[in-house]
């Protein structure tokens, strides 16, 4: 089965480094829609914007800039991952940037090879997080440090997500309230080892299914799907 081109939207005014950049890009398998100012960008995104699986942006361009043309990314298609490109390399830029929830930023001038990586490095992340958005049951995330249900993330505190994928991964395991500690803490935590009961009991509220076994007398396991609750 041949495998989908991803799309993708790339916005730079300088001819050049676009011709360039987008030749490297189409020689690396994806498809390039090119636009060469923000208004251009801005038009191609109306008439097919849920279209492309990433935008790689230049921030200075004639017409809306590239933090313009991130907002409106995220406004109508949040997910998009998106990359800035820039040759302002001040920390205020960058900044701005992130703050706009860009997923990087490239300062020019940059290397094809480098930038190829960092679209495929986060576009192999987005696809994770889409696969684990819609696979049904419950999904861990080391990743992202995250665990969805039927596609719904649970959000999860820190804490909460080490708890639960430290029992999903070893679902035979009975574990001491103590040794839970070690794995979320370190030996970084002074206190009491029910901060644990109280762990549990958040998950169990978060979670549609109750999937914490509780061993009376010894701690805690992951319960599988056929076991009864307890």
């Known amino acids: 089965m041949e495998k989908k081109r991803e799309k993708i939207l ?3 005014d300088e001819a050049t480094i676009r011709e360039v950049l987008c030749e490297y890009m189409k020689m690396s398998g994806y498809e390039v829609t090119e636009a060469e100012d923000g208004n251009q960008a801005l038009q191609l995104l109306g008439t097919s914007g849920a279209c492309f699986d990433m935008a790689v942006l230049d921030i200075m361009v004639p017409g809306p800039d590239g933090l313009q043309v991130l907002a409106h990314i995220r406004s109508l298609w949040p997910e998009m991952p998106v990359i800035m490109l820039t040759a302002l390399g001040d920390e205020k830029t960058q900044l701005d940037a992130f703050n706009a929830y860009a997923d990087d930023y490239v300062i020019k001038p940059v290397s094809p090879v480098i930038l190829l990586k960092r679209m495929e490095t986060i576009l192999r992340r987005a ?5 684990n958005k819609e696979a049904s049951g419950l999904v861990i995330s080391r990743e992202s440090c995250q665990a969805y249900f039927n596609g719904k993330s649970l959000e999860l505190t820190v804490s909460e997500f080490l708890l639960l994928d430290t ?3 070893e679902p035979s395991r009975v574990f001491t309230r103590e040794q839970l500690i070690l794995r979320i803490y370190n030996e970084d935590y002074i206190g009491n080892d029910r901060i644990i009961d109280a762990h549990v009991k958040n998950l169990r509220k978060k979670m549609p299914v109750n999937c914490i076994r509780t061993v009376i007398g010894m701690g805690y396991r992951f319960r599988k799907g056929d076991e009864d609750t307890l």
């Open 167 to 169: 029992l999903y991964q």
């Open 127 to 131: 696809r994770r997080g889409k696969e």
């Open 10 to 12: 790339f916005l730079e």
